[in-house]
């Protein structure tokens, strides 16, 4: 396990790093420790923008080397938003390094959580939180594949999907209570209240009858979350995705021997 002290150097080594590569004209530290929230558990993210005439795949490949060979990578993944490549590294210490490098247009800060060490920043669209009827579109097309999981038997599937439904929940009861809703970064801040209750939505055994209790109380309480969102909405849904469930039972009950 890293401890504080070689997070804070393999940092510094990095921005230093940075700092004498020409094809870099900015880096910010982004995530947890931009806001002064890092604990023992944070990982690295750093963010490099690149000048305009670098070639992004010579960047990307010198610095993945560069980790490979100072820091014993054990792998690596990448992500990608737009133009921005996030190349998210494991260490062997279980350390995540994060270096996501940045067209210079797109090299600013798209929420709180970004603190330019260097460079210029650009004045970028602030990302916002998700659409609560995003969520509530997402949340009546995971039951819907809940429910035929459930009735063909494919009980992995159906618990998959009655879990997709429970995390559309969750994000919706974030957006309510003003919490980060994406990555189930809000989830541990909501209420007891909110929480407690959904208990009752986590599937404990992967047979058709559990899967039915389990997805019964989740469109229960997606429904009360829609209902938070628009009343009218929540009604329109209600009949639908109590058919699911019914179906979903049925379904189950056929091929549940007795």
């Not at 960047?59 to 737009?82: E, K, Q, T």
């Not at 062997?92 to 798209?110: E, I, N, R, Y």
């Not at 594949?145 to 009861?173: D, F, K, N």
């Not at 009604?235 to 007795?258: C, F, H, N, Q, Y």
């Amino acid at each position: 396990m890293f401890t504080h002290d070689e997070r804070d150097r393999l940092r510094a080594a990095l921005v230093s790093a940075a700092r004498t590569d020409p094809r870099i004209t900015g880096a910010a530290v982004v995530g947890s420790a931009a806001v002064d929230r890092e604990d023992r558990w944070s990982d690295i993210d750093l963010a490099l923008c690149l000048d305009e005439a670098a070639e992004v795949d010579d960047v990307v490949r010198d610095w993945s080397d560069r980790m490979y060979r100072d820091h014993s990578v054990v792998h690596h993944l990448d992500v990608r938003r737009g133009a921005t490549l996030f190349r998210v590294f494991l260490l062997p210490d279980t350390l995540q390094v994060d270096l996501s490098f940045w067209p210079a247009a797109d090299f600013g800060a798209t929420g709180a959580a970004f603190r330019l060490v260097f460079g210029t920043a650009a004045d970028v669209r602030e990302v916002g939180p998700p659409e609560a009827l995003d969520l509530v579109g997402m949340g009546w097309l995971y039951a819907l594949h809940a429910r035929s999981g459930i009735a063909r038997g494919r009980v992995w599937q159906a618990q998959h999907m009655v879990s997709g439904l429970r995390e559309q929940v969750l994000a919706l009861a974030c957006l309510r209570h003003g919490l980060p809703a994406v990555q189930g970064r809000g989830m541990d801040d909501l209420p007891a209240e909110v929480t407690a209750p959904l208990g009752a939505t986590l599937v404990r055994a992967v047979d058709p009858p559990e899967l039915v209790r389990a997805f019964r109380a989740t469109v229960d309480a997606f429904l009360a979350e829609v209902g938070w969102v628009d009343t009218e909405l929540a009604s329109s849904l209600t009949p639908t995705m109590r058919e699911l469930v019914d179906t979903s039972a049925a379904g189950a009950k056929a091929i549940t021997p007795d």
